[in-house]
T-cell receptor, first 112, second 112 residues
Framework: EAQVTQNPRYLITVTGKKLTVTCSQN?????MSWYRQDPGLGLRQIYY???????DKGDVPEGYKVSRKEKRNFPLILESPSPNQTSLYFC???????????FGQGTRLTVV | QKEVEQDPGPLSVPEGAIVSLNCTYS??????FMWYRQYSRKGPELLMY????GNKEDGRFTAQVDKSSKYISLFIRDSQPSDSATYLC????????????FGQGTTLQVKP
């Protein structure tokens, strides 16, 4: 089954404790992105990658890191999480020249 | 000012009503316009997309783009309780960029 898989689905952590949210897709898509979704603000793009080793900032990259060492994986790293990073996070993938992005199930992160 | 504005609602209609959902945008460089539907606790799924101006119809759904007014719409005819979801508009400058801008999303409830 074609899918984007995020882990974990739920995470509660403390301020300053480094964490990684994984994202993997099995559709051989070149493009991958991370978004955060907050009430009243919609989906905001954090980082995107158009291919292996190619990443670019979205609208809200501060406090996040990404890497794209393999085509199928695009982990999101929070080096020192803060409470304002409490949010619902989505990973998505798509092919070039294709408008459809396929989203993962979401990761609900709480930083206390 | 946000690049893409969308009234978050909520919007409540009776079953069978015609629903109109709208987004405005400020950047005339947008070329690709999409509507995503997001059910509760799920990732967004592409509903429709339109390139440049014009209309596109798919069953009960019609997407319209008016580039002169920087305004896009999604119409849902004969709305059903299963249409209850959050609808997000999204825009892209070109087909070969990973950057995607979303509106805030409109929550729709269709009452039986």
């Amino acid at each position: 089954e074609a899918q984007v898989t995020q882990n974990p689905r739920y995470l509660i952590t403390v301020t300053g404790k480094k964490l990684t949210v994984t994202c993997s897709q099995n559709m051989n898509h070149e493009y991958m992105s991370w978004y955060r979704q907050d009430p009243g603000l919609g989906l905001r793009q954090i980082y995107y990658s158009m291919n292996v080793e190619v990443t670019d900032k979205g609208d809200v990259p501060e406090g996040y890191k990404v890497s794209r060492k393999e085509k199928r994986n695009f982990p999101l790293i929070l080096e020192s999480p803060s409470p304002n990073q409490t949010s619902l996070y989505f990973c998505a993938s798509s092919k070039p020249m294709n408008t459809e992005a396929f989203f993962g199930q979401g990761t609900r992160l709480t930083v206390v | 000012q946000k690049e893409v504005e969308q009234d978050p609602g909520p919007l409540s209609v009776p079953e069978g009503a015609i629903v109109s959902l709208n987004c405005t945008y400020s950047n005339s460089a947008f070329q690709y316009f999409m509507w995503y539907r997001q059910y509760s606790r799920k990732g967004p799924e592409l509903l429709m997309y339109t390139y440049s101006s014009g209309n596109k119809e798919d069953g009960r759904f019609t997407a319209q783009v008016d580039k002169s007014s920087k305004y896009i719409s999604l119409f849902i005819r004969d709305s059903q309780p299963s249409d209850s979801a959050t609808y997000l508009c999204a825009m892209r400058y070109s087909s070969n960029t990973g950057k995607l801008i979303f509106g805030q999303g409109t929550t729709l409830q269709v009452k039986p």
